[in-house]
């Protein structure tokens, strides 16, 4: 198994850019998420799955979109890339149901916006 | 609602002496914990986690938490430090059972000296 893998592992936009993220796992897991790591600030939650073909906001969505057609596969999407939006993504998959499951995370995408 | 707050944003232990990472926690629900560690530009890996079962967890690499409900507490520790556990570590809470909301911790840098 290959876990949750994350494309790309690196991007240089420039600002008005935009891009598209792709997390995949093949653990069959139902919960599936995007986060972004900023320097002393921890992870925050930009928008979660809890299946295929939902999607919901977290903390901090604005300026991304996501999409689940498929229940291994989130995308994240940037529509128009802001210097603000520099930052480490990670992805994340849970099996479902309970509390008590851990997030299985990817190896990170680092997108810098100029 | 559910919040963690790690209380030091970064430790510094010299090699073979003890390590203890704070975690508080507050939760309106019975609580899920976990701790997870990331090595530099790596993604997170679970190290332990609490799930209502003994309040003593065993982790990985000799780590394990206490959990202390009348303390809210959930704090990580290892006998003896090792150069590679130097890294950032995250403490994490989740609602068990139910919604599957996860709120991170603004982690923990633990800086080992030799």
């Known amino acids: 198994n290959a876990g949750v893998t994350q494309t790309p592992k690196f991007r240089v936009l420039k600002t008005g850019q935009s891009m598209t993220l792709l997390c995949a796992q093949d653990?069959?897991?139902?919960?599936m998420y995007w986060y972004r790591q900023d320097p002393g600030m921890g992870l925050r939650l930009i928008h979660y799955?809890?299946?295929?073909?939902?999607?919901a906001k977290g903390e901090v969505p604005d300026g991304y979109n996501v999409s689940r057609l498929k229940k291994q596969n989130f995308l994240l999407g940037l529509e128009s890339a802001a210097p603000s939006q520099t930052s480490v993504y990670f992805c994340?998959?849970?099996?479902?149901?309970?509390?008590?499951?851990?997030?299985?995370f990817g190896p990170g995408t680092r997108l810098t916006v100029l | 609602a559910q919040s963690v707050t790690q209380l030091d944003s970064h430790v510094s232990v010299s090699e073979g002496t003890p390590v203890l990472l704070r975690c508080n926690y507050s939760?309106?629900?019975?609580?899920?914990l976990f701790w997870y560690v990331q090595h530099p530009n790596k993604g997170l890996q679970l190290l332990l986690k609490?799930?209502?079962?003994?309040?003593l967890v065993k982790g990985i690499n000799g780590f394990e938490a206490e959990f202390k409900k009348s303390e809210t507490s959930f704090h990580l520790t290892k006998p003896s430090a090792h150069m590679s556990d130097a890294a950032e570590y995250f403490c994490?809470?989740?609602?068990?059972?139910?919604?599957?909301?996860?709120?991170f911790g603004t982690g923990t840098k633990l800086q080992v000296i030799p």
């Open positions: 994340a998959s849970r099996a479902g149901t309970s509390g008590n499951n851990e997030q299985f």
């Open positions: 653990m069959n897991h139902e919960y």
């Open positions: 799955s809890v299946g295929e073909g939902t999607t």
């Open positions: 939760s309106s629900y019975s609580p899920s």
């Open positions: 609490y799930t209502s079962a003994a309040t």
């Open positions: 994490v809470v989740s609602r068990s059972g139910g919604y599957q909301k996860v709120t």
